[in-house]
């Protein structure tokens, strides 16, 4: 059983150069929409639409960066570790790795689930 809804539209998110790239640049370390829009040559806005098709994946999440001056942002986290594509009798079976954060595997651990 595959743990993704559409593997077609997955396919087609994972062939755009955009969102390769965000993935990429987010994993190396948490980046800033305005960073990646730099990182992939492409606009602010269209990075928003990348990151929000890739954040319905759980590929990609957004942790809120508070600064002094009252204007919190966001950065934007790869938690993609791998996909593995699978082929049987009836069909194609798509398993997504995903990493955890240190926190929320701590927690998981305290809370024993």
């Known amino acids: 059983m ?12 994972l062939g755009d150069e955009c969102a390769r790239t965000i993935l990429i640049e987010a994993k190396k ?3 800033s929409a305005a960073d990646l829009s730099d990182c992939a040559g492409v606009s602010e806005p269209t990075v ?3 990151l ?7 590929l990609i999440t957004e942790d809120v960066q508070p600064v002094t001056d009252g204007k919190n ?3 934007y ?3 993609l570790d791998g996909i593995e594509l699978d082929l049987d009798e009836e069909g194609f079976e798509v398993t997504v790795s995903r990493r ?5 595997r701590f927690t998981q651990f305290v809370e024993g689930s």
Do not use: N
């Open 2 to 13: 595959s743990d993704v809804h559409d593997p077609e539209e997955l396919a087609e998110l």
């Open 29 to 31: 370390e948490p980046q």
């Open 48 to 50: 928003y639409r990348r």
């Open 52 to 58: 929000e098709r890739l954040r319905k994946y759980d």
């Open 73 to 75: 942002y966001k950065l």
């Open 77 to 79: 986290r790869t938690v």
């Open 100 to 104: 955890k954060r240190m926190i929320d």
